[in-house]
């Protein structure tokens, strides 16, 4: 018997037909160990029972002929031209295949090779041909002789056939491997047992039997991950101890009572979700998901008060400092709403009598405070108040807030807008808290599709606000051609003529904020020449930071007319006085971020315009600019970013270990992902050390490696 904890450990050097450069080269795609190859899935499998005699193929249906290559030649009858000739049989007759410029084909196809060839014969001059069929090459021997062949990914230029007899050659060794997974889980989902379901993933007897096969693997990878998310959340929120807050004033109920307006339902039960959360000993780990514009920041308020209520002091941390800045701001003006703030406490105002919310802003370059005039606070003044315990809530950077500062007594904190904010991050804000443990939500307005939740965020409580505040317009979203952009600065003229202010987001740089920054900077002028008698203001992310939140205070005031901007606008940034937003290139940017951007307009309740302007080159830029133009709704447009980018995409955009998703496809396997992460937590509730299940707890150990090293350190 031999476990896939203990196969992860045998280098693939070890399995026959893989010593020397061939072990090298896997080792650079990925496949270190056995247990890795074994996890090396074919990436299809030609059934030779449906396969159809070259003889028999009806002309012009997608057919898939095995035959074998008599001869290869290539010529080049003009420039540009390059056309290969491979002549195959099976027996039954002879066709020739057409390739065109693919001169790798010679070498991929020398006489003898057997291969699957997947496409329509035609004939031509009276001849059987197909033109540049789907090409899966069998290689020259055994193993191909059963009904279903599997094709294994090339993996650093390895032939299929090769990676199949070293698959062939490890399996022999390895099996029969151990089925860790517990008895009644197996039953309850009717799956083979483990060593069947590899077997039968790399050698099938049918097309069925591998789908069964890889339906078990899949589940038991999932089951991995789901297992590892239990355990963190066991570690950071059930064995931990926080703070109870049970205040029994009024401070929040006086807050909400101020606003101008009523909250929407969704908002009054995510407030109660929370407070009930952060009322138990253990400290909250939640994601608070909510739209553009959907009124997260009033809950965040809303949760922070309950903890300066019991005398504790409250973070908010956002990803820039001008998010930062306009935080502070519009809790400030919501404290006054609410007459909860202490006001000037030099002029001895008699206004804040009752209880006052003390706030303080703290940047890299800039302090400030509600309780004394703008412009008096000097950063090392602040940072000694709030070790002194002396400020409520402190809205700042995750960096500042992370590293920088000392809290007398943090007892919640709210991280905003971000997706970085990974387990390793959330221990380190644990370990920075002086006594218990701070309460922690997470908010963002990416709608992140169920599957991701439970993968990426599965360790974490969820509450979503899928109701928007009423009286929201829709933006009106047109997809442009670079050429007709008339159109668009028509209405950038006609909206500055009766006060509305325009955003004019550049195109991306990936990678090169310097290279960014100079188109930007390009586009500026440019536009300045468009509109002469307008005023534009510049903001990218290379000027300093007193000088964007000079630029955005004057866009902010209505002092200027166009802000032409890179990126940096995305996030979180509420002018509700623009009306237009013109996107260039939009097709290069990812959904998200173009939902996300165009949510900065949906908070003004006249019209709005959204344009787009783009040539897309790629289909995918195509698509993403259909679904904005045909949808606003986030989670929707979220599915479509899923589908069209891959888990891979969206996965590598985390670094943790949990990306390594090798089987699993979590829009196709949602079924088992679920089934996976119920099992999962089902059994870390039963058995919370994995005592009895010594064998999982070492897969999940083995297999994730770093990712979850640190839960298991007692
Ligand atoms: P988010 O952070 O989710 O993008 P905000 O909390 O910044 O959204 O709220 C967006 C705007 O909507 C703010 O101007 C806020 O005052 C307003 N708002 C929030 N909740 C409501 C509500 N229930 N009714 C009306 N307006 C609301
Ligand atoms: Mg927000």
């Known amino acids: 018997m031999s476990s896939l904890a203990y196969l992860a450990d ?32 074919p990436r299809r499998y030609i059934d030779r029972s449906r396969v159809t005699p070259i003889a028999k193929a009806p002309l012009g249906e997608e057919v898939t002929v095995v035959a074998e290559v008599t001869s290869a030649s290539t010529r080049r009858p003009r420039r540009n031209l390059i056309i290969t000739d491979v002549y195959v049989t ?96 197996r039953e309850r989902h009717r799956f083979v047992d483990r060593d069947t379901a590899f077997a039968l993933l790399h050698f099938p007897d049918t097309v069925e039997e591998a789908d069964e096969a890889r339906r078990r693997l899949v589940f038991d990878e ?32 006086r807050f909400l009572d101020g606003l101008p307006f009523t909250l929407t339902g969704a908002q009054k039960r995510v407030i109660d979700e929370i407070h009930a959360d952060m009322r138990t000993v253990h400290p909250m780990h939640r994601l608070l998901l909510g739209e553009v514009g959907s009124g997260k920041t009033i809950v965040a308020i809303a949760a922070l008060l309950l903890a300066v209520e019991g005398g504790y002091q409250g973070a908010v941390m956002a990803p820039t400092e001008v998010l930062a800045t306009q935080h502070f701001l519009s809790v400030e003006a919501m404290l006054q709403e609410a007459s909860l703030s202490p006001g000037d406490d030099t002029l001895f105002s008699t206004a804040s009598s009752g209880p006052a919310v003390h706030l303080a802003l703290l940047t890299s370059s800039h302090a400030e405070v509600n309780f004394r005039p703008a412009g008096s606070t000097t950063r090392d003044q602040l940072i000694e108040e709030i070790a002194a315990g002396n400020v409520d809530i402190v809205v700042g950077t995750h960096a ?16 905003d807008e971000q997706h970085r904010f990974g387990v390793h991050q959330r221990v380190s804000l644990r370990e920075k808290a002086s006594s218990a443990e701070p309460d922690l939500l997470i908010m963002t307005a990416t709608p992140i599709p169920r599957t991701l939740s439970m993968t990426l965020y599965g360790d974490l409580d969820v509450s979503v606000i899928d109701e928007m505040p009423p009286g929201r317009p829709s933006v009106e979203t047109v997809a442009l051609p670079p050429e007709r952009m008339d159109v668009a600065y028509e209405r950038v003229r006609e909206q500055a003529a009766v006060g509305r202010q325009t955003f004019v987001v ?35 992310g290379q000027m300093r930071p007193a000088e964007k939140a000079d630029v955005m205070e004057q866009f902010r005031r209505g002092d200027l007319d166009v802000l032409v901007s890179t990126t940096v606008i995305e996030v979180g940034i509420d002018i509700p006085n ?102 999962a937590f089902r059994l870390v509730t039963e058995d919370p050390g994995l005592q009895d299940h010594p064998d999982i707890a070492d897969e999940v150990r083995v297999l994730l490696g770093d990712a979850v090293a640190w839960l298991f350190v007692s």
């Open 10 to 41: 045998v280098p693939v050097d070890r399995v026959k037909g893989l010593a020397g450069k061939r072990a090298a080269a896997l080792r650079k795609g990925g496949i270190t160990s056995v247990t890795d190859l074994l996890l090396h899935a």
């Open 90 to 185: 099976d027996g039954s007759a002879t066709m020739k295949v057409v390739f065109f410029n693919q001169a790798f084909r010679e070498r991929q196809l020398p006489p003898g090779t057997e291969v699957a060839l997947s496409g329509r014969v035609e004939t031509f001059r009276g001849k059987r041909q197909m033109k540049s069929p789907a090409v899966d090459t069998l290689g020259k021997e055994s193993l191909v002789t059963g009904r279903v062949v599997p094709v294994h990914p090339t993996v650093g230029g390895i032939p299929p056939w090769v990676m199949r007899s070293a698959v062939h050659n490890a399996l022999s060794r390895a099996r029969p491997i151990d089925d860790p997974i517990p008895a009644d889980v």
């Open 222 to 253: 999932l089951f991995r991950l789901e297992v590892a998310l239990a355990l963190t959340k066991q570690k950071m929120v059930d064995e931990a101890v926080g703070i109870t807050h049970d205040a029994p004033g009024d401070l929040v109920g």
């Open 400 to 415: 500042l807030i992370q590293e920088g500062v000392q809290f007398a007594n943090l007892g919640a904190a709210v991280v």
């Open 506 to 540: 550049c195109p991306l740089v990936e990678d090169s904020p310097k290279v960014e920054a100079a188109s930007a900077t390009a586009e500026f002028e440019r536009l300045r020449g468009v509109f002469p008698d307008l005023r534009l203001g510049l903001l990218h």
């Open 578 to 679: 623009s009306t237009v937003m013109i996107i260039e290139d939009a097709d290069r940017f990812g959904l998200s971020q173009l939902h996300q951007l165009r949510g900065r307009l949906s908070r003004h309740t006249g019209p709005n315009w959204c344009y787009l302007v783009a040539d897309p080159g790629t289909d995918e830029g195509r698509e993403r600019i259909d679904a904005m133009v045909r949808t606003d709704d986030g989670f929707e447009l979220a599915e479509v970013d899923l589908a069209i980018r891959g888990q891979g995409t969206v996965f590598g955009a985390k670094q943790s270990g949990l990306s390594d998703l090798r089987l699993a496809d979590i829009l196709r396997d949602q079924d088992l992902l679920i089934a996976a992460r119920r099992e």
